[in-house]
């Protein structure tokens, strides 16, 4: 065994320090998505960060990550060994493609000082060959999100149709049809994007059985250098009707009552109302929201209590909420620590 006298005792504190910051670093780059009902190959979170791989980066096999956006600013941030950037582009003023501008400019920068040898090659949004595709009756229906719901139909033809709900109309607006292709995936001749299911199954923490079908979504952003896919709904199953307290607040409209007016959501927005409805297809559901909340359908827990209807992992699954009332004939409802008066 070593001896150390007392003068190396610094050193070696200072070996350790150097050592945990390296390992924290290291860290840092590996991905902690174990444990998700499901894992995105261009979308993993990590310590510190919001994501560890940023897609366009790791298609030049450079390790980078995190990027962000707020209600009217669009904030790219990628840092990786050699050097970070940040670019932020302001959605009032137009300036969205602060994904781009960064991407751009960091793999110049990689590619400018050797650390790469030539820029990734940019992903074609061309559909390719219409294939022969697999039964999709189970798959239509309607999908829940954070954000608005999702309808899919199949058609007799073998293609799909996928509808979003619209807040304004209060119904279905058609975002596209889509043909199964050869690389697996549901295209539109019209729509960049790309479509797929997911099946996921399991037992959670409780031992309790789960089968979800997500709807995932590919699209090409930025400078076009890589994919990004996520699940943007999950599909739900039928449920009894709704009873008649939940019944006489379709149609109701509520508006916020303890947020300042200097608040960036209302300074942006306004306080537009939020309001009740159901969906005609899924009726045993109650749809709740505003701009500001998005739209959200809720399951009908107690004549009091809307609880949350999703479990979808990303993006489409996150500021999720519960609605509550004092009593059945309360005129007002608690989210979290929002109160909503009846209009």
């Not at 006298?5 to 150097?18: H, I, M």
């Not at 990689?110 to 009756?137: F, M, N, Q, R, W």
């Not at 996921?200 to 995932?216: H, I, K, Q, T």
């Not at 916020?256 to 927005?269: E, K, Q, R």
Request: aromatic share 10%; proline share 5%; charged share 15%.
């Amino acid at each position: 065994m070593m001896n150390l006298a007392q003068d190396d005792l610094p050193a070696v504190a200072c070996f350790r320090t150097a050592h945990r910051v390296r390992g924290g670093i290291a860290q840092m780059g590996h991905g902690s998505d174990k444990g998700l009902t499901i894992t995105h190959r261009e979308w993993r979170w990590g310590l510190g960060w919001t994501h560890v791989v940023q897609p366009a980066l790791n298609a030049a096999g450079v390790l980078a990550g995190k990027d962000g956006a707020l209600l009217s600013l669009l904030d790219e941030f990628f840092r990786c060994a050699q050097l970070a950037v940040r670019a932020a582009g302001d959605r009032q003023c137009g300036l969205q493609n602060a994904r781009a501008i960064a991407e751009t400019l960091v793999l110049s920068a990689l590619k400018e000082d050797g650390t790469i040898s030539s820029l990734p090659a940019k992903l074609g949004t061309t559909a390719p060959p219409v294939a022969s595709g697999p039964g999709i009756a189970s798959g239509a229906g309607i999908y829940g999100s954070s954000d608005l719901p999702y309808q899919v139909l199949a058609n007799a033809d073998g293609s799909l149709q996928i509808n979003q709900w619209d807040a304004a109309t209060r119904g279905w607006t058609e975002i596209g049809g889509y043909q199964y292709r050869s690389d697996g995936w549901w295209w539109s001749d019209t729509d960049t994007a790309s479509y797929r299911f997911a099946v996921v199954s399991g037992n959670d923490s409780e031992g309790n059985a789960f089968n979800y079908r997500y709807l995932m979504k590919r699209v090409v952003p930025g400078a076009g250098y890589a994919y990004l896919t996520l699940p943007v709904g999950q599909q739900l199953a039928p449920l009894a009707a709704l009873d008649s307290a939940w019944q006489q607040r379709v149609g109701t409209q509520w508006t916020l009552t303890n947020d300042s007016p200097s608040a960036v959501p209302i300074v942006v927005l306004g306080n537009p109302p939020a309001f009740f409805a159901t969906l005609a297809e899924l009726p045993g559901y109650v749809l709740y929201g505003n701009e500001d909340l998005r739209y959200q359908l809720f399951v009908p827990v107690s004549d009091t209590l809307g609880g949350m209807s999703i479990k979808v992992p990303g993006n489409f699954g996150r500021d999720l909420y519960e609605i509550r009332f004092a009593s059945t004939t309360a005129t007002s409802l608690t989210i979290g620590s929002s109160i909503y008066a009846r209009i």
